[in-house]
């Protein structure tokens, strides 16, 4: 499958699973992949996270297509850089990403990261034979920048093991905001998902279980640092979002599963959906 840049402002789902990838007859219609969506934005390509989605997305660039694309990571745990090392791109002349990042909790640079733990430590591609033109913008939460002259990037803290940052992505009066992985709060609405995802068009928010799952005291979850659907909707209610996108599916969760979750998520928020491998959103 080819694909386009939209003129538009798009989101295409190139892997929605979490934590480690999940193919097989059961996975089929969702997807089995790990975290990788792209927003296309007047023509210009936006890449978040690296799991094992980011391999079809970079399978899909057309022959003889040069990328010139900004990817993103909200951190670095290993279903969201999987990906990386099979990205065909990255090994070819030509094409150019500018790469955004925090700082791991090492306190070590991204560009050093990227270079001597995503792509040596974990994979057996050489570094050295990396083509395509690298630039890195090393990032912390709470940061904000207007990105390619008109695409305003703003960030925050998300509950997660080890550190995690969301994102909020505006243009042309439109936004989309992508906040994986991130536990909610026990006592409170988390204010960092919360400010972050105010009047969004588009909330892509990690509901990796159910309410139930959660807090099953046989099997808790509990500071696993993933939320619920549940959870997810009443975020998308106090912050006015228009359409919640439910991501980051638990790994056991079946096809015939995720049915039951999105059938139970339309009684509640008819607005929302459960996010497929391969899905395009386009923002109203």
Known sequence: MEIALSPDFLVR??????????????????????????????????????????????????????LDAFLFFTHYHWDHIQGVPFFKPLFEPGHRLTIHGSCTNTGEALKHHFCER???????IPVGVIQAELDFCDLSPGDSFVLDGDIKIETGQLNHPNGAMGYRVSWNGKTVVYATDTEHLPDRMDEHVVNLSQGA????????????????????????????????????????VKHLAVFHHEPNHSDDFLDEVERQLKERSPASFLAREGMEFKIP
């Open 118 to 124: 995503i792509l040596s430590a974990h994979s057996p």
């Open 201 to 240: 068009d588009v909330l892509v928010y990690d509901a990796m279980y159910t309410d139930e799952e959660y807090n099953n005291p046989r099997s808790s979850k509990v500071g696993w640092g993933h939320s619920t659907w549940q959870e997810g909707v009443k975020v998308a209610e106090v912050a006015g």
């Open 13 to 66: 789902f190139w892997g929605v699973r979490g934590s480690i990838p999940a193919p097989g007859k059961s996975t089929v219609r969702y997807g089995g992949n790990t975290s990788c969506i792209e927003l296309c934005i007047g023509g210009r390509r936006l890449i978040f996270d690296g799991g094992t989605g980011l391999r079809s997305l970079g399978d899909a660039i057309a022959p003889g297509e040069t």
